[in-house]
């Protein structure tokens, strides 16, 4: 399913919305989501998962190509975890 | 950096103020979006939402696995579990955002 999938379905349920409106919708959870994260904050979705920002440290890599030793600084990265009632339904339970 | 946790609540709020829907449809429609994602999921597909990230759903296999407490042996049974790949966009925000 891509987003555009998702906001068709929506909008099939709700014919009072423009899919104009949906698609506003749509955006601002996806938007709220990503901003959220970008302040350092977690996004706790009971029974769908959660959203929080892991650290990685700096590390040498390697350019691929010509295999030459790169610096890569610490940065935060966006991590999901799966909640349990997503989870259990994803395993028949 | 204080860290908050948002929840739904956060999120249809955020729709009420976007839209302009009611407080309680704004609700509905979150709730919407993430089970319309849920059912799809369930069904073994993939969800791949466009600047945000990809929900896909990968097979395990049975393994031997280990109590780390007590050290016996537990057999671990095949299982689905599901990964979130962000897109380089939420990559990149969410390290631009959070840069020291």
């Known amino acids: 399913m ?3 999938e998702l ?7 709700n014919p009072h919305l423009t899919q104009r409106h949906v ?3 749509v955006h601002t959870v996806f938007e709220e989501i990503i ?12 029974g769908f998962g ?7 440290d700096a590390r040498i890599g390697r350019n691929p190509r010509t295999g030459e030793s790169v610096e890569v600084e610490d940065k935060k990265i966006p991590f999901f975890k799966t909640g349990k009632a ?3 339904r994803l395993n028949g339970r | 950096m204080s860290e908050k946790t948002l929840t739904r609540m956060d999120l249809s709020e955020a729709v009420f103020r ?35 990230g990809t929900f896909s759903i990968r097979d395990k296999n049975a393994r031997m696995g ?4 007590t050290g016996d042996e537990v057999p671990i049974s095949p299982r689905r579990v599901l990964t979130f790949r962000p897109s380089h966009l939420m990559k990149d925000r969410v390290a631009a955002g959070n840069k020291a």
């Open chain 1, 2 to 4: 891509i987003r555009s």
């Open chain 1, 7 to 13: 906001i068709q379905k929506i909008a099939d349920e």
């Open chain 1, 23 to 25: 698609e506003r919708i």
């Open chain 1, 35 to 46: 901003e959220a994260l970008a302040r350092g904050d977690r996004v706790e979705l009971r």
């Open chain 1, 50 to 56: 959660a959203f929080s920002v892991k650290a990685r």
């Open chain 1, 86 to 88: 997503l989870r259990d």
């Open chain 2, 18 to 52: 976007e839209v302009g829907l009611s407080r309680n449809e704004s609700a509905q429609l979150v709730e919407s979006v993430l089970q319309h994602m849920s059912d799809a999921l369930g069904t073994g597909e993939t969800v791949k939402i466009s600047s945000f």
């Open chain 2, 66 to 69: 280990r109590n780390p407490k």
